[in-house]
């Protein structure tokens, strides 16, 4: 099997994954859902960086990056979980049709 | 000569302990601003003797610079500034002396002499200024001083209002003053009295000339700013003395003759107009007025004119002789009125009457100054009046001349109609009385009387002492010299005739004066047209016309542009439905539509 092809796989892989992170965000009403979702997505790039950096060009900068990457996410997961905490215990819902403080 | 510096900072420091301690003095307060009104008095007589025997003096410090602009603080000390220091502070030490006689068990005693010796220090400080800025600050804490001391009563509506009169006029004149300092500076590129007259101003020396003879007029009450000052008779009377001769109105006349350099024969000429006209109307409404200190309110506007045709016809000697013999006469004149007032509690002359046997002293030293304004052979008045006039003829200003002679006429006539009425006439009831002032009053009087009567005895040598360039001798022409003692002593005669002997009663005088009378005793409806213009033309035109700009043009547009975007949000808020998926659809759709874009634009 060729680098190209190879390569190839692993995007189409990335594009699924990313695909189903932008269907669950859309679709979920579970506030948690959601966040599951969006970490989908992100997994979805980093699968990318990891095989543009093996594939195409040899070094560890996309894994760096991917490391980064996984690192940001655990840290905003927790502010978002933070977020999610408050909101249920003023709002007793993890339900977004219902959370809609921010409706004009 | 270096002490002249302490001649303007005592009163200072009497002014500064009078604000801050002056509750614990009381009476006190009297003794200390006199002690030190009493030394600068003696300083300024050295000063006086030492430029006498032709010394000079300047001393300057710098003040404070802003990068290259630099703002010096000195004392220059010339004959002018010494003879204008010799007169500030006789009147103001003899005021201050006779304050404590006519201001006893005032409420705010110490604060009067707390005002009066900043007063005295600020024309103290304007006589000995060597440049623009320090002149103008001086000049500005007088206005200040003027309208603290008229409003001294001021729990008086009418001396509130008489304050702020005073104050606002004066101001409008000061603009001129300071835009003419500002030309002069941009001209010249200094405030220093000495650069500024020394260099060359070309074109703009009568403008800058008119603008600071704008400031002298606001300040020395000419025509048409002159309305301030028959109103500022409402402060107490030895403040009326004390601004009427010796320091604000003196500082305006002070101003044009310090400043002559720059004076080109159209300004002067400009100068010479004004006073003529100043001169005369004035004279005119004197003759109508019933309360004391209004008609030598009028009688001072009616001389500063004099001395402003003096200064406007060529001559420095001759406006600044009459400063000088007015200064003594007319501090006398307002002295003795306050002494009147002080007996009778009244200002109406119609309601004094029959004075001279119980005040005697007041009635002959009041008469002296009379004679002195009415300009009776050998007095002070005389002297300077005469120089006044025989300039004016000499240089070929033959109107200015006879309107200064029928002036001369008018000026006799109703300063003997107020002492014939006051002093000799029916004793009516408020006169009844009236005793004798305090001592403390009438020393005072009887120190004025002697130069009103002497100052103008230095007529021979004054010439050679205050000058413009060359030497001034003092001429005397016969024939006008006789013509103006003959209209002086007819002045005299006909109010003695009128109101001595009765032969026409003062009704019946104003009855056949018909519509003359009305136009006098609404002074020239001057006041009218200053109410008329303010309120008709300034506010009900100008600022009406503006306002509706302001509302219809400048607030609608920015309404409007407000308005739009307030509405505009409105709509546009809706897109804000608060449903997550929505927004995720937005953002991921419009990055699928960048995406399509850019491949086909590789494609």
């Keep these: ?104 | 000569m270096t002490y002249v510096w302490f001649i303007p900072l005592l009163p200072v420091l009497a002014f500064l302990i009078l604000t801050f301690f002056g509750k614990k003095f009381s009476k006190g307060s009297a003794y200390l601003a006199i002690g030190c009104i009493a030394v600068s008095l003696v300083l300024s007589y050295l000063a006086f003797f030492s430029t006498l025997g032709h010394k000079t003096f300047h001393q300057s410090f710098e003040w404070f610079s802003i990068g290259s602009f630099k703002v010096a603080v000195g004392a220059a000390v010339d004959p002018l500034a010494a003879l204008m220091l010799i007169i500030v502070a006789t009147v103001a030490f003899l005021v201050q002396v006779y304050s404590m006689g006519y201001m006893h068990g005032e409420k705010r005693y110490s604060w009067y002499y707390a005002a009066i010796s900043l007063f005295t220090a600020a024309m103290f400080g304007l006589v000995l200024a060597d440049n623009f800025i320090l002149f103008y600050s001086c000049w500005e804490l007088m206005g200040l001083c003027s309208y603290l001391l008229i409003g001294y009563w001021y729990e008086k509506p009418e001396a509130a209002a008489a304050a702020k009169k005073a104050f606002i006029v004066t101001r409008v004149g000061d603009i001129g003053l300071l835009v003419g300092i500002i030309m002069l500076y941009l001209k010249t590129g200094s405030f220093d009295f000495n650069t500024v007259f020394a260099s060359n101003l070309g074109g703009i020396a009568t403008v800058a000339a008119l603008l600071l003879f704008f400031g002298a007029m606001g300040k020395s009450a000419q025509f048409p700013l002159h309305v301030w000052l028959p109103y500022a008779m409402e402060g107490p009377t030895p403040v009326s003395a004390l601004i009427h001769a010796a320091t604000m109105v003196a500082a305006g006349v002070y101003l044009v003759a310090r400043a002559y350099p720059v004076f080109t024969p159209t300004a002067l000429y400009v100068v010479a107009i004004i006073g003529t006209i100043g001169t005369f109307g004035a004279a005119l409404i004197a003759l109508v007025q019933t309360d004391i200190k209004k008609i030598l309110a009028y009688s001072t506007i009616s001389q500063l004119g004099y001395m402003m045709i003096g200064l406007g016809v060529g001559s420095l000697t001759a406006g600044i002789f009459h400063l000088m013999t007015h200064a003594f006469f007319k501090a006398l004149l307002f002295l003795g009125s306050g002494s009147v007032i002080h007996a009778c509690h009244t200002n109406e002359i119609f309601e004094m009457g029959g004075l001279a046997k119980k005040m005697k002293i007041t009635t002959w030293t009041f008469i002296i100054g009379s004679l002195s304004l009415a300009g009776f052979p050998l007095t002070a008045g005389f002297f300077s009046k005469d120089e006044i006039i025989t300039t004016t003829f000499k240089e070929g200003h033959y109107v200015i001349f006879l309107i200064t002679l029928l002036t001369a006429f008018l000026t006799a006539f109703y300063i003997f109609r107020l002492c014939f009425i006051v002093f000799f006439g029916k004793p009516q009831k408020k006169a009844k009385k009236a005793h004798e002032s305090p001592s403390s009053m009438t020393t005072p009087l009887i120190i004025l009387a002697v130069p009103a009567i002497a100052a103008g005895w230095a007529a021979f040598s004054f010439g050679s002492f205050v000058y413009f360039k060359h030497p001034h001798e003092a001429e005397f022409n016969l024939p006008i010299m006789a013509a103006s003692v003959a209209v002086g002593l007819l002045g005299i005669a006909l109010a003695w005739k009128f109101y001595y002997k009765g032969w026409i009663s003062d009704q019946e005088l104003l009855e056949k004066m018909g519509p003359v009378r009305t136009l006098l005793e609404k002074k020239f409806y001057i006041d009218e047209a200053y109410s008329f213009l303010a309120h008709k033309v300034i506010v009900g035109g100008i600022c009406e016309g503006f306002a509706w700009i302001d509302r219809n043009i400048v607030n609608r547009g920015i309404d409007s542009i407000a308005w739009f975007f307030k509405w505009s949000g409105d709509e546009v808020r809706f897109s804000e439905s608060g449903e997550l998926s929505g927004y995720v659809l937005v953002a991921f759709g419009s990055l699928a539509l960048i995406l399509i874009y850019l491949i086909a634009s590789i494609l």
């Design chain 1, 1 to 104: 099997m060729t680098g190209a092809m190879q390569l190839n796989l692993y995007l189409t892989l990335g594009l699924i994954f990313f695909c189903l992170g932008i269907y669950g965000v859309m679709t979920k009403r579970n506030v948690i859902g959601i966040l599951m979702s969006i970490e989908i997505m992100f997994n979805a790039a980093n699968l990318n960086l990891i095989a543009f950096s093996r594939l195409v060009k040899t070094n560890f900068g996309g894994q760096l990056f991917a490391l980064f990457v996984i690192g940001v996410v655990a840290a905003e997961t927790v502010v978002a979980l933070a977020i999610i905490l408050a909101v249920y215990k003023s709002k007793n819902t993890l339900n977004v049709d219902k959370i809609n403080l921010m409706k004009w």
